[in-house]
């Protein structure tokens, strides 16, 4: 079992660039993908990246070439780079862990990309 916490959204202007972390406490080192999901209001919650245990990504087509993942197994710890950021953006965004096909979640961000 493991507890998720993000960090770092906020407020942004159109183009502009923001970081997103997420810790993880209890279980780390038996999570296989982590990764970042986003839910605008009224819409569902979709992928925006992950990342396998072994480094390995996945990114949705929305944000490939703005977004970058990174992952820390160490520290437990998941990162989104977001760059180029357009008001489509705009939604919160939820840590994701999965242990043996158990997922597990943030309580969210919010992030705003606005004039």
Not at 35 to 51: C, E, H, N, S, T
Not at 71 to 87: C, F, H, I, W, Y
Request: contains cysteine; glycine residues 12%.
């Amino acid at each position: 079992q493991v507890q998720l916490v993000e960090s770092g959204g906020g407020l942004v202007q159109p183009g502009g660039s923001l970081r997103l972390s997420c810790a993880a406490s209890g279980s780390i080192f038996s999570i296989n993908v982590m990764g970042w999901f986003r839910q605008a209001p009224g819409k569902q919650r979709d992928l925006v990246a992950i990342v396998t245990s072994s480094g390995i990504p996945n990114y949705s087509d929305s944000v490939k070439g703005r977004f970058t993942i990174s992952r820390d197994n160490a520290k437990g710890t998941v990162a989104l780079q977001m760059s180029s950021l357009e008001p489509e953006d705009t939604a919160d965004y939820y840590c994701h862990a999965n242990i043996r096909g158990k997922a597990y979640w943030g309580t969210g961000t919010q992030v705003t990309v606005s004039s």
